[in-house]
């Protein structure tokens, strides 16, 4: 155990020192990598080795799982094929257009004749990520941590570690041809390095948590160090009694049906007694989608054939086709419904007035708050950023959809001639404080 | 305790209420407040009135002293006289003449056509601030959860408890006068009250704690919340073989001297070979202002008649007159040293070499990296905030000094006219990305 700690460290710390060497170069060299990395991806004989390599992890778990012991879903969410690699060249590509996340200047002044102040964005450090099954997040994060300039420590799930392994070999020696160092990123293969990985607090800045609820709260609660945590999205939908009811089914629909196991995928439907209209229609079109409603006894008044929801199905994050329904008396209880109920990760209201709307966006506190769109754009690519290492709902660092921007921190440079603090103050010389 | 509990947390809620009030204004709204709150606090009844109940705190912590229960510095932390309220006042005019942190856009962009997304700065929503025994806080926490439109849970040491309490009192009444409701500041008296507000991860966004170490070092490990510390500063003093003499002891003499306690003031002073005449000129000045000096084998080679340091001396924040001194071979040198003892909070070079300042300023992971100047420079009013809540070595979210920009977070609007994510990707609509 401690030797394998020491082992870890040492990675760590390599991948600091190599990473440090990609912090410092400049945006087009680190874009470079990006997308000899996509071409690599698309090399047959590269990519060969990566789907061969899948196939196997997929042999043993289908015989795993005709065995009883692993899941449909997780063999599922192992296959990586043809489509799939083209869609993570795509979104190198896309992350290698991005703006450069280091060296931006947030503040540029001077306090006094010749003694400067600048604030910087610059590499985080060293990133661990630890992930279940899906092996197309690794690309993925590697592309992250190549355009902020930081060194990786991946752990992924023990199913996909042929596939894995394919991937981070592929990668770091497109890292070695670029005249990087490989040892910039680091690929764990045991599941008790988790643990250890969670404790290293001086050599890991920053701890990313992919997959289920229970594992993303584990790492959460174990870890010293600070958690970017793809966590719980319970979202709501709010329906204004001055909703269009076309706009109200389109987005219902979406919000619900389109991936329910998303965690921007609505759970809960709210609706005041002027929307009834759109309420209708809206019930109408899911329960065709044959998505199964669990409701308030408002709401089963006016559809008593429907399922009286429990208090229990309030704020629960189905992750499937269940949705919730609840009456709540104007938007202001809507606004208190999600106070109570919300995970702060989307929120959404349908209506065409303006001053309601503007109201709705005003006051909720999450991530992402919307007006007539559906909650599933809370995405990173739909938004733009190129790619994310997740949707953070903690309103510290980064919220919401995270890019490459939300992996950088910042560094206050001051260049002076000799200036000393106690030159200033009453009496004496006065900041000057000016902002270029 | 239950009990308590259920109170504190009902004070929190209030003061999400209530300063979300503050948070949904305008700028100048909140502008106004402060002002106020700085005139109140120059009004001679009003200042009367925290000048009686200080006396009163320091009456009592006289006689503790006397009875050996309170050290001497501590009875000094709590005076508050006519110098420091005006310093107080001078404080909180230049946080309102600060550009507002609430509402600033970050990102304005059309995903399509009709789908306008926005990044907008907004309040975390409510601070609790823990704090020993200084009430100057109590003027600038306000001041800044005023200024950031957040609610505020204070608890101040209780030493300070009438003291507090008046300025408290004042605050709040300020805040009515205007137009506000009080509840947006809560004080909390008593000692076993930190703990409950530590576990209302549900009703409280930030902790921030300032006041000893120890007392920091208790909050962040028993907070389930973020928390924002004011931790340990081990700053470094490194003199380059092109470092000017007379700018090196200018500089050493001010970091080391003029307010040893502060966390920006350096524990040890590093040089290489080059520079012995600048370590010469340096050692002298400081032994005669009476800095105890503890230095390297190295070192003690060239000023045999000083004191040999321990290993335990170094990474050590001495907090008095006390430096350690330690020779390196070379910049790198300097650098492995500040990477293994530091601890991320603010570092020095002298150089008049601009190529080796620029490599120490690349290459130094601090929140902040000075060169030429005195590390005493670290500081939210030197640097030009108008306040700070104190100096993070977190890299998350701020680092360095925290001014009321560090306690916003984000909110990601989108507004639409019915768009749902179903409709784009491969074949189908394809997002614009226009930046605005």
């Known amino acids: 155990m401690s030797s394998r700690r020491d082992t870890i460290r040492a990675a760590a710390r390599a991948a600091r020192r190599a990473g440090s060497a990609l912090g410092r170069v400049s945006g087009p060299e680190r874009r470079a990598v990006l997308?000899?990395?996509?071409?690599?991806?698309?090399?047959?004989?590269?990519?060969?080795?990566?789907?061969?390599?899948?196939?196997?992890?997929?042999?043993?778990?289908?015989?795993?799982?005709?065995?009883?012991?692993?899941?449909?879903?997780?063999?599922?969410?192992?296959?990586?094929?043809?489509?799939?690699?083209?869609?993570?060249?795509?979104?190198?590509?896309?992350?290698?257009?991005q703006p450069d996340p280091i060296g931006r200047?947030?503040?540029d002044r001077e306090?006094?004749?010749?003694?400067?102040?600048?604030?910087?964005?610059?590499?985080?450090?060293?990133?661990?990520?630890?992930?279940?099954?899906?092996?197309?997040?690794?690309?993925?994060?590697?592309?992250?941590?190549?355009?902020?300039?930081?060194g990786l420590v991946l752990k992924g799930g023990r199913e996909a570690a042929r596939t894995n392994a394919a991937l981070v070999e592929l990668l770091r020696s497109v890292l070695a041809d670029q005249g990087f160092d490989p040892a910039a990123i680091a690929l764990l293969e045991d599941r008790a390095d988790v643990d250890i990985v969670l404790d290293l607090e001086r050599d890991i800045d920053l701890v990313i948590a992919r997959g289920s609820s229970a594992f993303v709260h584990h790492v959460q609660t174990r870890s010293?160090?600070?958690?970017?945590?793809?966590?719980?999205?319970?979202?709501?939908?709010?329906?204004?009694?001055?909703?269009?009811?076309?706009?109200?089914?389109?987005?219902?629909?979406?919000?619900?049906?389109?991936?329910?196991?998303?965690?921007?995928?609505?759970?809960?439907?709210?609706?005041?007694?002027?929307a009834a209209p759109a309420l209708d229609?809206?019930?109408?079109?899911?329960?065709?989608?044959?998505?199964?409603?669990r409701v308030c006894p408002d709401t089963l008044a006016r559809h008593p054939s429907l399922k009286l929801a429990t208090e229990n199905d309030f704020g629960r994050e189905f992750g499937s086709l269940v949705l919730a329904v609840s009456h709540v008396p104007d938007l202001a209880g809507a606004l208190r419904h999600i106070e109570t109920y919300g995970s702060r990760h989307t929120?959404?209201?349908?209506?065409?007035?303006?001053?309601?709307?503007?109201e709705f966006l005003a006051r909720v506190d999450a991530a992402c708050v919307f007006h007539n769109a559906s909650t599933r754009f809370a995405d990173g690519y739909r938004f733009g950023l190129g790619a994310e290492v997740?949707?953070?709902?903690?309103?510290?660092?980064?919220?919401?959809?995270?890019?490459?921007?939300?992996?950088?921190?910042?560094?206050?440079?001051?260049?002076?001639?000799?200036?000393?603090?106690?030159?200033?103050?009453?009496?004496?010389?006065?900041?000057?404080?000016?902002?270029?």
């Open 35 to 97: 997308l000899a990395m996509a071409d690599a991806l698309e090399r047959p004989d590269l990519r060969g080795k990566v789907l061969r390599a899948n196939a196997a992890d997929r042999a043993d778990a289908d015989a795993a799982r005709d065995r009883g012991e692993l899941a449909q879903a997780l063999v599922d969410r192992l296959l990586l094929d043809d489509k799939k690699l083209q869609g993570l060249c795509d979104g190198l590509r896309q992350l290698a257009g």
């Open 105 to 107: 200047v947030s503040i």
């Open 111 to 150: 306090l006094d004749d010749g003694l400067v102040l600048r604030r910087v964005t610059c590499p985080l450090g060293v990133l661990a990520v630890v992930f279940e099954a899906r092996p197309d997040a690794v690309p993925q994060i590697v592309g992250l941590a190549v355009r902020s300039g930081n």
């Open 224 to 274: 010293r160090i600070p958690v970017l945590a793809h966590a719980e999205g319970v979202c709501h939908l709010f329906l204004h009694e001055s909703a269009d009811v076309a706009k109200a089914v389109r987005i219902a629909l979406d919000a619900k049906t389109s991936y329910p196991a998303a965690c921007n995928a609505i759970e809960t439907l709210l609706w005041e007694e002027g």
């Open 281 to 293: 229609a809206c019930l109408t079109a899911l329960a065709e989608q044959g998505v199964e409603l």
């Open 347 to 358: 929120e959404a209201i349908v209506a065409e007035d303006e001053d309601a709307a503007a």
């Open 390 to 436: 997740g949707i953070s709902t903690s309103k510290l660092h980064a919220r919401g959809p995270v890019g490459a921007e939300g992996l950088v921190t910042t560094r206050w440079l001051l260049h002076g001639d000799g200036q000393i603090a106690a030159d200033y103050g009453p009496g004496k010389r006065r900041f000057k404080h000016r902002d270029r």
